[in-house]
């Protein structure tokens, strides 16, 4: 069975779906329902018989069957809690699943990874250097209060203000200028020409605040990390941390009232526990699926597995400002000594590919005429001892505690590592300490994912590999290299599509011969997900959309596990 959607293939199996070269990705009780009426499908395939007892139509009778059920409660099976619930906190993906749900933004990209007006009517760029947003009228947000061009510029002047230091500021400091033209339109000044500011306000960062909201925590009457106020189709029900998140359906919500009553985020650590859930009904979606799972999980009765194509890279960074990592030939070392051949197959069965620089190549900017450095375990030796380090060193790697992929990974690497005399050993941490610990630069070599939300080379290689934005912004390898500033500052500024590929092509190569990281794999974002959701979209950044979500048929108990 062969489906066309939004010009874009998808290739189904049975209880599997994987979208090729795109981001959307259907239940699987949905994509059967697109099909059922496929002239060629036999009564086997489609399981029943097409008339009753008396040769009577009966398809009326089985659509009510299968009506998509008002309400509902949909549970999620995440892997890690949000760290907070503010859009101008931590940039990280587990808050963004949730923050999603509760904030728009201006603009907001569509399963295709194209940008699309949000809360804004429509929009434009009227100057090299201004931007025109006329917004949606009749906007309400979750505390009563009417959206209007103050929100946007009390959240935008907040983000961008030096002093409250949001981790989202390298997204923003190019805005010189906010202006509330009138009730409804708003001007948008930077301070040099800068072409992907529609994808930066898609970021999460970009979530609209309540202007009252934002004076209530500076009044200390609000803590927007944990009591946050959007306009989304959701709102905040309950945070217990280190368990789950409860989002209910928002009344009043401007696009229209979601179908679901609820979503709750439960905090499962342990990937097969959330497996399981799935299979025994106590959850509609697993998240972060292992690949080794991935079989399991297709034959499963009831159950669908999503496969996309990310917009990640996994890395392992090293601290260039401590001993042995500020010395080039070290990094470069560790980048020929690692196999990541038997990393992709070994761990991630075929899923993903081989990173071999910062950006992943569904990513503006990405280049296929760059020098990689090749795996070479005897040229990685002898660049060790020309070094100093020819009896080799020891050195801790920091892994995410409850991440088993990344175990495999590093214990891959740490095999790889003493074959050219270097001890490594692994320590494993709760992601938002390990988060604290790589800010602060506390640590030697640690393993990291980013995933590039705005589909563009600015947000892929600014925060990760600019000196300003050592530590939480994103470059936690502390990283500093004049050139690759330099050409990174340019990149932002040119308006010229061509231009820019030039340019980020250079910084591409300047970062791979410098080897402040070493790129692993760009890996696919995998999920288990209940035939009985339907209109669930599996983004590319690995987020999940709900607006268009319904329970059909659906037997999951949200019980305990």
Excluded at 220 to 245: A, H, I, K
Aim: proline share 3%; hydrophobic share 35%; aromatic share 8%.
């Amino acid at each position: 069975m062969r489906i066309e959607k939004q010009g874009e293939e998808i290739i189904l199996k049975k209880f599997k779906h994987k979208l090729v070269g795109g981001v959307l990705v259907l239940s699987l009780s949905g994509v059967l329902a697109a099909c059922a009426d496929d002239p060629e499908e036999t009564d086997e395939d489609t399981g029943g018989d097409d008339a009753g007892e008396n040769g009577e139509d009966v398809e009326e009778e089985e659509e009510d069957d299968t009506a998509a059920a008002e309400g509902g409660d949909l549970i999620l099976a995440m892997g890690s809690d949000a760290v907070d619930l503010d859009p101008h906190g931590s940039n990280d993906t587990s808050s963004t699943h949730v923050r999603y749900q509760i904030y728009d933004k201006l603009v907001d990209f569509d399963e295709n990874t194209e940008v699309q007006p949000e809360l804004a009517e429509d929009y434009e760029q009227i100057e090299d250097d201004t931007w025109e947003f006329n917004l949606k009228e009749g906007v309400t947000f979750h505390n009563g209060e009417t959206f209007d061009a103050d929100d946007v510029v009390a959240t935008l002047e907040r983000v961008t203000d030096e002093e409250f230091a949001s981790e989202k500021l390298f997204l923003y400091e190019m805005i010189e200028d906010i202006e509330a033209v009138d009730e409804h339109t708003v001007h948008i000044t930077t301070e040099y020409p800068f072409a992907p500011l529609e994808f930066h306000l898609a970021h999460d960062g970009g979530g609209m605040m309540s202007a009252a909201a934002i004076e209530e925590e500076e009044n200390g009457e609000r803590n927007l990390d944990t009591e946050p106020v959007g306009t989304g189709p959701f709102e905040l029900e309950n945070w217990e941390q280190g368990n789950e998140v409860v989002l209910t359906r928002f009344d009043d919500y401007h696009g229209g009232p979601v179908s679901i009553d609820s979503a709750t985020y439960r905090v499962v650590d342990e990937q097969l526990t959330r497996t399981s859930m799935v299979d025994n009904n106590e959850a509609h979606i697993a998240d972060d699926i292992e690949p080794t799972q991935m079989d399991q999980l297709e034959n499963m009765e009831g159950v669908s597995t999503s496969s996309i194509e990310s917009l990640r890279m996994d890395y392992i960074g090293m601290n260039n400002e401590v001993e042995p990592f500020d010395d080039r030939d070290v990094r470069r070392a560790l980048n020929m000594a690692v196999d990541k051949d038997t990393i992709i197959e070994g761990v991630f069965e075929g899923y993903g590919e081989e990173a071999i620089g910062a950006l992943n190549p569904l990513v503006f900017g990405y280049s296929d005429d760059l020098d990689p450095i090749e795996y070479n375990p005897e040229e990685a030796e002898s660049l060790l001892e020309d070094a100093g380090y020819e009896d080799g060193f020891e050195a801790t790697l920091l892994v995410e505690d409850v991440d088993q992929v990344n175990l495999q990974i590093a214990e891959i690497i740490q095999d790889d590592l003493q074959d050219i005399g270097i001890d490594l050993s692994i320590e494993q941490q709760e992601w938002g300490a390990l988060l604290d610990t790589t800010a602060e630069g506390e640590y030697e070599m640690v393993m990291l994912g980013w995933t590039t939300v705005t589909g563009d080379a600015d947000y892929a290689m600014h925060p990760l590999f600019h000196s300003d934005n050592h530590g939480p912004p994103g470059n936690r390898t502390f990283y500093d290299n004049e050139e690759t500033d330099e050409l990174l500052d340019a990149g932002r500024q040119e308006s010229d599509d061509d231009e820019r590929i030039e340019i980020y092509t250079e910084a591409q190569q300047t970062i791979i011969d410098d080897a402040t990281i070493l790129p692993l794999v760009h890996d696919d974002f995998r999920a288990g997900i209940s035939d009985s959701v339907e209109g669930i979209i599996h983004k590319a950044d690995g987020i999940y959309d709900l607006r268009e979500v319904e329970l059909v048929g659906d037997d999951v108990d949200g019980g305990g596990y």
